[in-house]
């Protein structure tokens, strides 16, 4: 991959967070669960394609499942992103979705660290078309 799709899968891991930034806050408002699930699946969402886009990067490799991610994560001596992945994938795709336990204040954590990770990914981007 060249290094304009790793920049069309950062533009798009935003577009999705904003999605998810902007479903939350209304999920909020209405105490609507089904879109509260849905928003924090969705800024899970945008940590994977930012994630899939870093390990693109430095191996040219999409990886095809989250154990992938975690393993690409390792090997390129990132365990510190791969902690970060295992925690915000806990906290947004199996609790807050799947399982729906609702926790207002540590999805609005979660999904601030998810927009972390994809400010870093991008710098690490930048750094390395530099």
Do not use: W
């Not at 998810?114 to 930048?126: P, T």
Request: aromatic content about 8%; charged content about 35%; hydrophobic content about 45%.
């Amino acid at each position: 991959m060249n290094e304009v799709s790793i920049d069309s899968m950062i533009a798009l891991a935003e577009e999705v967070l904003g999605y998810a930034e902007e479903e939350f806050r209304r999920a909020l408002e209405t105490k609507d669960i089904l879109l509260y699930r849905n928003a924090a699946d969705k800024a899970f969402l945008a940590l994977v394609i930012a994630v899939n886009g870093f390990i693109v990067l430095r191996t040219s490799t999409i990886p095809r499942s989250h154990i992938d991610r975690r393993k690409f994560l390792r090997e390129l001596g990132r365990e510190d992103l791969r902690a970060i992945y295992s925690d915000l994938m806990r906290t947004l795709h199996d609790e807050a979705f799947y399982e729906g336990v609702y926790d207002p204040e540590e999805v609005k954590y979660a999904i601030k660290r998810v927009r972390d990770v994809i400010e870093e990914i991008k710098k690490a981007i930048s750094q390395r078309a530099h």
